[in-house]
């Protein structure tokens, strides 16, 4: 059965002091409500060149602690450097993947994180963002479990809200990791487009997160449901994680870049914003 949900659009209560909206999705003939109350985001308005704020975000710096390419094989080397991840001047961050040679590696890129800044159990987690295109250029919008540094990764969990092919712009995915189906035996789902591509428009990109289920968004659409009995391991999705945005260039998942991937890449993210169940 096809899952669908409408999501209403936000609105101010003016007597409330907090922002709410309501979801209500079909699940079985069930109707379920959630009302959301907003407790974190961020607008990235600035001036152009400004750094992403520092309270909320901290930088991954270099090709990953195994100096593997953040085990995945990537070929970029992540800075904390304007040319590669500021505020665009017009309400967006941009993350900039570029062509040139950095620490040893071919390619520059960023990834930025709210670990040790803010984290959350549950809700709702979104981001609009618009995205590059290109071979072997691999952006996301994911969360990792933050006892990660105790347990380690796949144990933490991973919650990929929205992966990309660069050479597939008229597809996304929503992807689950933990133990016992992480990498290659992920549980994950595609979203896509017949006549319109992510790299020309931006689009909301959503998890909802609850006690037994997480549910992927495109949009206003609900395209995949994940509870515990579709995991073949253990569902470690009950404790705290932190948010990640990043462009890898190459690695397994998307390939090498080709002579036809341009370059400078660029992700524009217009917000992220973190909600809670109001009740």
């Given amino acids: 059965m096809k899952l669908k949900n409408l999501l209403l659009t936000a609105s101010t209560i003016s007597f409330a002091l907090f922002f709410l909206f309501v979801s209500c999705q079909n699940d079985d003939n069930a109707i379920v409500q959630r009302t959301w109350q907003l407790v974190w985001e961020d607008d990235f308005n600035g001036n152009p060149g400004q750094s992403p704020d520092a309270s909320k975000w901290i930088y991954d710096i270099g090709v990953g602690p195994g100096n593997d390419g953040w085990g995945n094989s990537e070929l970029q080397y992540y800075t904390d450097q304007p040319g590669n991840v500021s505020l665009d001047g017009s309400g967006n961050l941009a993350i900039t993947a570029r062509s040139e040679s950095f620490g040893g590696r071919g390619f520059t890129s960023a990834r930025i994180k709210t670990q040790g800044q803010f984290d959350q159990a549950y809700g709702r987690f979104e981001a609009r963002m618009k995205m590059p295109w290109g071979p072997g250029i691999w952006p996301a919008f994911w969360m990792l479990g933050s006892n990660i540094n105790e347990v380690s990764w796949p144990q933490c969990g991973e919650i990929d809200i929205m992966e990309y092919r660069g050479q597939q712009p008229n597809l996304i995915y929503g992807t689950l990791h933990g133990p016992g ?6 549980i994950t789902k595609g979203y896509g487009f017949e006549n319109d591509r992510f790299d020309k428009d ?24 994940l509870t515990p009995d579709d995991v073949p391991g253990e569902w ?44």
Avoid: C
């Fill in 181 to 186: 189906y992480s990498g290659g035996a992920s």
């Fill in 202 to 225: 931006f689009h909301l990109f959503a998890v909802e997160w609850g006690v037994d289920y997480i549910d992927f968004f495109v949009d206003e659409t609900l395209y995949q449901r």
């Fill in 236 to 279: 470690v999705y009950d404790q705290p994680f932190f948010m990640i945005l990043n462009i890898a260039v190459g690695g397994n998942y998307v390939g090498f870049p080709t002579p036809q991937t341009p370059f400078p890449q660029t992700m524009l993210v217009d917000y992220v914003k973190v909600y809670k169940e109001a009740n």
